[in-house]
């Protein structure tokens, strides 16, 4: 028997994964060395590629993405449990490292579902919110590292390092959403990039913590990435149905900013 011939039903996968989430997090809550830490990172990207590769997908579903959207979850959350200090925060991303592979996992059809389209939604939209996540963890990465100079690098050179990282998954996404390739699609690419590289600057020279000028980044760039996969759709920007959306998270991003960070 191969591994092309064994297909695991997607919610023992699920449960699978759970376990092994739950070892990494006892190891990662005891390094004793950076190798360490390197040998167990990469120890769970190799998990996820067996348990990907051996769980079912229907023929219009590819492992491939499955597998990348946890890979980029994987390296934002472990960003964030490592710069993390508070215990009931280290928890919290904690229980969300489990539980977001594992709806990823649960959302996945067996054998024995007729898997129409419309299903596919569901499984889509968490492994958006799932990369999201992850890119969160990134750019906390990179405001920490910046904030605390881990490394001896011009901060600007963290900061295109994030801006592109941020265009690609923008770019993947949009083209997850259907959007072709062509004409003004290349135009909004090289936008957000220069966008996620200026808004990530004017954050750093704000008085902000580095976990609350990652969510102000996150927040920002969805919703010009919203904007833009709109945009780019033939049907175009419905402003009447959207003008709401873009009032009501503005007022919400002031109350945020206003009443509950606490500035520096």
């Known amino acids: 028997m191969s591994l092309r011939t064994i297909s695991i039903h997607p919610k023992l996968a699920g449960f699978i994964d759970l376990l092994f989430g739950i070892l990494f997090l006892v190891f990662l809550g005891n390094i004793f060395a950076n190798w360490f830490l390197g040998v167990i990172f990469f120890a769970r990207i190799i998990i996820w590629v067996l348990i990907v590769r051996l769980s079912y997908y229907p023929a219009s579903l590819k492992r491939f993405w499955h597998l990348l959207s946890l890979a980029v979850f994987h390296v934002g959350a472990v960003l964030l449990l490592l710069f993390i200090e508070w215990n009931i925060s280290w928890l919290l991303v904690a229980g969300i490292y489990l539980v977001f592979p594992f709806i990823s996992f649960w959302l996945l059809p067996s054998k024995s579902q007729n898997f129409l389209s419309f299903v596919q939604k569901p499984y889509r939209r968490w492994r958006f919110w799932i990369v999201g996540f992850g890119l969160y963890g990134l750019w906390t990465g990179i405001f920490a590292s910046i904030s605390l100079q881990i490394f001896n690098v011009n901060f600007w050179w963290l900061l295109i390092l994030g801006g592109v990282l941020t265009t690609a998954i923008s770019l993947w996404w949009w083209k997850e959403y259907g959007i072709e390739m062509k004409g003004k699609f290349w135009w909004w690419v090289v936008t957000i990039c220069l966008f996620t590289v200026e808004i990530g600057w004017l954050l750093y020279l704000w008085p902000l913590g580095y976990f609350v000028s990652a969510l102000m980044l996150l927040w920002l760039w969805?919703?010009?990435?919203?904007?833009?996969?709109?945009?780019?759709?033939?049907?175009?920007?419905?402003?009447?149905?959207?003008?709401?959306?873009?009032?009501?998270?503005?007022?919400?991003?002031?109350?945020?900013?206003?009443?509950?960070?606490?500035?520096?």
């Open 222 to 264: 969805y919703d010009i990435w919203l904007m833009a996969r709109f945009h780019l759709l033939p049907a175009g920007i419905n402003w009447q149905k959207q003008i709401s959306f873009f009032v009501s998270n503005g007022l919400l991003l002031l109350v945020f900013l206003i009443l509950i960070v606490k500035w520096k």
